[in-house]
């Protein structure tokens, strides 16, 4: 069974840096999966903020792909000795606050993303001073 | 980017009842679509993906048709677990984008 947990601060100051980690069990992270970082604000629907892929190799550090507007402020990367994955994100303002949710994409078609299952069960990030 | 819209926004439907969702793509996206249901407090679970393909353990009174750009959900005979938010998701193309949802309340 694949599951999905995520961890990190809960609470963000303004300008400063949303750091979160996925860490992820069941199945190595290497291989035949995108992982993704999926958010919702409260009250609101579902937003794609970015994903990657680790193939295992070791001289692979990770290919990414993230919503355009946050390119800017956004990284997501890899910890293969841990089984984890990441999330960063810079300059944060309070239209970041929302409940953020790793999730698994299983990839049916190579180089192609795919639908999101399982997820873990989401962390409340609130950017307040 | 493709955009996604559900309709209704609320749908009321009494127990028994059947329920149908629909969603849009601003552009084709094949049958590259997934649905999800959301209960409060809860992520999202996967119903169907490939427009049509319920995923594990999934009861047959769910049902998801559709391709190219315009998709429907249909829940046969709701039961009082099935009275959530659903969601329906795209991925034939980055970025990958959902659907505002559509809430699913008693009547």
């Known amino acids: 069974q694949v599951l999905l947990q995520e961890s990190g601060p809960g609470l963000v100051q303004p300008s400063g840096t949303l750091s979160l980690t996925c860490a992820v069990s069941?199945?190595?992270?290497?291989?035949?999966?995108?992982w993704s970082w999926v958010r919702q604000p409260p009250g609101k629907g579902l937003e794609w903020i970015g994903e990657i892929f680790y193939s295992g190799q070791v001289s692979h550090t990770g290919s990414t792909n993230y919503q355009p507007y946050l390119k800017s402020r956004i990284t997501i990367s890899v910890d293969k000795s841990k089984n984890q994955f990441s999330l960063k994100l810079t300059s944060v303002t309070a239209a970041d606050t929302a409940v953020y949710y790793c999730?698994?994409?299983?990839?049916?078609?190579?180089?192609?993303?795919?639908?999101?299952?399982?997820w873990g069960l989401g962390t409340l990030v609130t950017v307040s001073s | 980017e493709i955009v996604m819209t559900q309709s209704p926004a609320t749908l009321s439907v009494s127990p028994g009842e059947r329920a149908t969702l629909s969603c849009r793509a601003s552009?084709?996206?094949?049958?590259?679509l997934a649905w999800y249901q959301q209960k409060p407090g809860q992520p999202p679970s996967l119903l169907i993906s490939?427009?049509?393909t319920r995923a594990a353990g999934i009861p047959a009174r769910f049902s998801g048709s559709g391709s190219g750009t315009e998709f429907t959900l249909t829940i046969s005979s709701l039961q009082s677990e099935d009275f959530a938010v659903y969601y329906c998701?795209?991925?034939?193309?980055?970025?990958?984008?959902f659907g505002q949802g559509t809430r699913v309340e008693v009547k």
């Open positions: 998701q795209q991925y034939n193309n980055w970025p990958l984008t």
């Open positions: 069941g199945v190595s992270i290497g291989g035949n999966s995108w």
């Open positions: 552009q084709s996206v094949t049958n590259d």
């Open positions: 999730a698994r994409e299983t990839i049916i078609r190579r180089g192609w993303p795919s639908w999101f299952d399982p």
């Open positions: 490939g427009a049509s």
